[in-house]
């Protein structure tokens, strides 16, 4: 009796012993998951067309989603408002300082998809469907007459959409 | 004053440092503040009524001195259509030492603060690993940590300077910039349990604000001094700041270093963020752009005095600023009176830590003329600060992002202090 009660304490005192020496040198308590598991959490879409979800969507369908959604900061057109973001138009060859827009500067079409998803709009980011994020995708680069109206975009030919200001960037990340 | 008694070391003033360090000539004492106070400040030595009685007890939070309250950040008017987006900033000119204080860190967002509920937040590594894993808070609060003190600098900061004529104090030109101990886990001991494969190049960093904004950081920065912080300063991290955790990038632009971080993809290219493309890029003259600059510049500001201050009478001020360089450390700070002309170097007060703030001081006597203060730093690697003027000759004005050039403050005969350009 005695001896069973010194060995469990000895037990003990060597399992809680272990448990210290673990937590200072070897802690994972990582919890393993699925890609599956994280398909509504991981809203990352790449230029290599990566993370898009299912859906499509035409200019046409995404004027009036724009319309609601957007074109109060943004302008019916693109063209912005007070202290709010111009999307269309401007040219980085021109005279002066540049406009700046998704038209002339932004070099892959998947950022349009993959901000808007999360970003947009500002005062209720993340409310749009998938199906309406397709659309309006394809309604700011039809008014930056990147696309025509009719042109489906969707989760295999959106990243491939080639930008006007595609080859203005260079890549400093080598520098560090 | 005479340069009998202050041994001059450039133009127009300036007073060898070895004063400041003990070394003065002629057996002198540096009277400072005397000097310029004078005698007959009107000192009263009465015993205050604050000795006569005794005050509040101890407290469960600390609060600072209602004589104090002129140390705020700056933000500018909030825009309706863009909500809780904006900027506020530190208040340089009334800080001293190098750390800055938790409630005046500066502050950058890009859809307001979440309050996060630490219980409900996941931090995720997914994408090209082994195991995608999820760590709960709890669970990384007992990994081993590191503590470094470094300082975080928007890119932006000191952007103004580009647009020309401006007028502003050390804070509405400068305040983007802070610098705290910063306690956490080390990036690589989470992607290391998760098992990064061999073609994963680049870690997609998201946070969980509105915007859930994201940035790309390289494998190569991710696994060398990169961490997930939790502590400021000895405190959880502050909501504004990313409670319950941030990504922290040393000496790295500080856009980088995601706040509220809760997903780190691993990619074999960057995910090329709207922050990493439309915004936190560089036109250059030719209308080619920089993407992915990283490191933040070698530079330095005198912020006392600085603009918007008023020196209220003749004599020697002391002279003082910061200096930081996304390089290393800071070896050297020089300071010139004279618009450049003549340069002295400033001593260096307390620690010269890697990528953190570094203080200088330099004693200079105003004789009521005009003058032309500057501070020029020099890091670890022998990168020495720019003038404004080799800056825009060799990135142009078409950017605002990446402007570590030096700061010249103007003083004209009434002492009033302002920015101006060489």
Request: glycine fraction near 12%.
């Amino acid at each position: 009796m005695y001896k069973t009660f010194l060995l469990s304490a000895v037990l003990f005192s060597i399992s809680t012993y272990t448990a210290v020496i673990n937590s200072q040198e070897g802690v994972r308590l990582g919890i393993p998951v699925s890609e599956e598991d994280l398909s509504q959490f991981d809203l990352i879409a790449g230029p290599d067309g990566s993370g898009f979800p299912p859906g499509s969507g035409t200019a046409r369908q995404g004027k009036e989603v724009f319309d609601v959604n957007c074109a109060v900061c943004h302008g019916a057109n693109g063209e912005g408002t007070s202290g709010n973001t111009i999307i269309v138009g401007g040219d980085m060859q021109s005279e002066g300082p540049p406009l700046r827009t998704v038209g002339s500067y932004w070099p892959h079409a998947s950022t349009l998809f993959d901000f808007i998803r999360r970003a947009m709009p500002a005062i209720a980011p993340k409310s749009l469907t998938n199906e309406q994020v397709y659309q309006v995708t394809a309604y700011v680069l039809y008014m930056n007459n990147i696309i025509t109206e009719d042109v489906e975009l969707n989760a295999t030919n959106l990243a491939g959409i080639e930008m006007p200001n595609a080859d203005g960037f260079i890549d400093r990340s080598d520098i560090q | 004053m005479s340069d009998k008694v202050f041994e001059k070391v450039a133009a127009n003033g300036l007073i060898s440092r070895r004063h400041l360090l003990g070394l003065g000539v002629s057996g002198t004492g540096l009277a400072l503040s005397g000097a310029a106070l004078g005698a007959d400040s009107g000192i009263n030595f009465q015993i205050p009524s604050w000795s006569r009685q005794p005050g509040p007890g101890a407290s469960a939070y600390g609060a600072r001195s209602s004589y104090a309250e002129n140390l705020e950040r700056l933000s500018g008017a909030p825009n309706p259509t863009y909500p809780g987006g904006g900027a506020s900033r530190s208040p340089l000119q009334h800080l001293q030492g190098t750390i800055t204080p938790n409630s005046l860190h500066f502050e950058r967002h890009h859809a307001g603060i979440p309050n996060i509920d630490p219980s409900q937040h996941n931090l995720v590594i997914n994408g090209l690993v082994r195991q995608p894993l999820v760590f709960r808070y709890e669970d990384l609060l007992k990994y081993q940590m590191v503590s470094h003190i470094h300082f975080l600098e928007c890119s932006g900061n000191s952007g103004a300077l580009m647009r020309g004529e401006v007028g502003g104090s050390a804070q509405s030109l400068h305040g983007l910039v802070s610098c705290a101990e910063w306690t956490g886990i080390p990036l690589s001991t989470l992607l290391d349990e998760a098992g990064v494969l061999p073609e994963a190049k680049w870690v997609a960093a998201v946070g969980a604000d509105a915007a859930s904004m994201g940035r790309s950081v390289p494998i190569s920065k991710a696994l060398d001094d990169v961490m997930v912080a939790l502590y400021q300063n000895g405190e959880a991290v502050r909501p504004e700041q990313g409670y319950p955790m941030r990504l922290f990038c040393p000496g790295w632009e500080g856009n980088i270093s995601v706040k509220w971080l809760t997903q780190l993809k691993l990619t074999a290219e960057p995910t090329q963020f709207r922050d990493e493309t439309s915004k936190y890029t560089d036109t250059m003259p030719d209308r080619s752009s920089y993407q992915f600059t990283f490191p933040m510049g070698t530079k330095s500001l005198i912020t006392s005095p600085s603009g918007e201050m008023t020196l209220n009478q003749r004599g020697i001020y002391q002279v003082t600023g910061i200096a930081w360089s996304g390089g290393g450390s800071i070896r050297r700070v020089e300071v010139s009176a004279d618009g450049g002309q003549t340069w002295a170097e400033a001593a260096i007060q307390g620690h010269q830590l890697d990528r953190a703030l570094t203080r200088f001081t330099i004693p200079w006597e105003w004789n009521g003329g005009r003058a032309i203060l500057q501070s020029r730093a020099t890091d670890s690697q022998g990168n020495v600060q720019p003038t404004r003027e080799a800056l825009i000759a060799q990135k142009g004005t078409l950017s605002f992002y990446h402007t570590p050039c030096i700061q010249s403050w103007g003083v004209n005969t009434q002492g009033e202090v302002t920015n101006v350009y060489v």
